[in-house]
């Protein structure tokens, strides 16, 4: 069992930034792949970014050029740094993590990002 536990959301005004963690606990070491994903208000989950463990990383057009994922092995800890917000970053976002020997995805528990003035 991996568990994720998401930080750092909140409201912000469009153009501000926030930044989310999501540090990750357990059975990690079978993860090949750490990422975002966001789900508004009457709509589906989506895929915000992704790093996986070449450290190669994934972003939805949406939010590339504003949204970069990075990552410190140490802490075992994800990071989504979120610049230029818009309204439509509004949603929950959930923290995922990819265990790559038995195709098992973990999520969190959600964090609200509330882009408004």
């Known amino acids: 069992q991996v568990q994720l536990v998401e930080s750092g959301g909140g409201l912000v005004q469009p153009g501000g930034s926030l930044r989310l963690s999501c540090a990750a606990s357990?059975?990690?070491?079978?993860?090949?792949?750490m990422g975002w994903y966001r789900q508004a208000p009457g709509k589906q989950r989506e895929l915000v970014a992704r790093?996986?463990?070449?450290?190669?990383?994934d972003y939805a057009d949406s939010v590339k050029g504003r949204f970069t994922i990075s990552r410190d092995n140490a802490k075992n800890t994800v990071y989504l740094e979120m610049n230029t917000l818009k309204s439509e970053d509004t949603a929950v976002y959930y923290c995922n993590a990819v265990d790559g020997i038995r195709g098992v995805h973990y999520w969190g528990q959600g964090t609200q990002v509330t882009v408004s003035s």
């Open positions: 790093i996986f463990e070449s450290g190669s990383t």
């Open positions: 357990g059975s990690i070491f079978n993860i090949y792949a």
